[in-house]
């Protein structure tokens, strides 16, 4: 049976959960304990700091885990990625105290850099042939200038708002980070076959995220009209009612454009629409 590794508390933990659980695989969403086994596919779940993921896949102590990416390079554990999962959505970036005049990323030559990923951050510097000072440090790595350990940071960012609060300009993304699917790259062929189906469960949630059924009433000869505002769309199903002239047309839309979709199709003439949750598509 496979093990997965998922983190314990903390900003993935109830996003993975969902998806397993949109997937059809119930876990304990409890921190307090450290294994458990799933309902509705066969599966140990193993409850960790996501620190300890990539390691525990390299190790195969799991099999598989849901770690950030960015876990996933600092580690540089033995590890394939082998599927993005759409949430945990960051960056690692550079930023500076905003009185400083940057003038691009030779600016870091010499200066002295704080953040709690030095892997990843040595590796661009050498990417770059630049010699800086990387320290390290666990927390709180936004205060370091403002306290003197250091002349700039590199750090997570999600919308910015703590380097403003902190007086700090972000100059440069260095990597784009989501949650990801990882494995042990060892896998038996039993345990590669269970990551298949797997994979292929969390593929189809992900993909009918956001999706919306759509049925509504047509006059028939006003089919082709509203075809054409469903672009992309492999041709839509057309019903026939009892009343000759109209048809019943049901198709998935987005739930971005749904709106946008739907005044259109109330022109073309289409009445009675009802929109429907999609709980999965399947390929
Ligand atoms: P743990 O106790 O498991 O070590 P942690 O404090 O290291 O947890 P969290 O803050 O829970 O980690 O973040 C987990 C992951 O969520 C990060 O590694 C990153 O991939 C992702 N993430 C998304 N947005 C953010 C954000 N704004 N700040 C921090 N991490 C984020
Ligand atoms: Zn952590």
């Known amino acids: ?28 969403a409890s921190h307090r304990k450290l294994i458990s086994d ?3 596919f066969p599966l140990h779940v193993l409850y960790l700091r996501d620190d300890d993921i990539p390691q525990a896949v390299a190790m195969g102590v799991a099999d598989i885990g849901v770690v950030g990416l960015n876990e996933v390079l600092e580690k540089e554990e033995d590890v394939d990625v082998v599927m993005k999962l759409g949430f945990g959505g960051c960056r690692l970036s550079l930023a500076v105290p905003k009185e400083v005049q940057y003038t691009g990323i030779r600016w870091f030559e010499g200066k002295r850099v704080a953040t709690s990923y030095p892997v990843i951050l040595r590796n661009f510097f050498a990417d770059h042939g ?8 666990a927390g709180s790595v936004e205060v370091a200038p403002a306290v003197g350990m250091a002349d700039a940071i590199f750090d997570i960012v999600s919308s910015g708002g ?10 440069d993304t260095v990597i784009n980070s989501e949650a990801v699917l990882i494995a042990n790259p060892h896998l038996d062929e039993e345990k590669r076959a269970a990551l298949a189906k797997l994979m292929f469960r969390f593929t189809s949630t992900i993909e009918s995220r956001g999706m919306k059924y759509v049925l509504m009433n047509l006059p028939k000869d006003k089919v082709a009209e509203a075809a ?32 946008e979709k739907i005044e259109k199709l109330k022109e073309t003439g289409a009445t009675d629409i009802l929109v429907l949750a999609l709980e999965n598509v399947i390929k």
Do not use: C, Y
Not at 6 to 28: C, F, H, P, W, Y
Not at 162 to 171: H, K, S
């Open 1 to 28: 049976m496979l093990t997965i590794a998922i983190q314990n508390k903390g900003r993935l933990n109830e996003d993975t959960v969902s998806l397993m659980s949109d997937a059809g695989i119930s876990a304990s």
């Open 38 to 40: 799933a309902k509705g």
């Open 130 to 137: 630049i010699h800086a000072f990387v320290h390290e440090i």
């Open 162 to 171: 703590t380097l403003v609060q902190n007086g700090l300009r972000e100059e």
């Open 228 to 259: 054409a505002i469903l672009p992309g769309m492999k041709s839509p199903t057309i019903m026939p009612l009892a009343d000759s002239q109209w048809v019943s047309m049901h198709v998935v839309i987005h739930e971005n454009e749904l709106w």
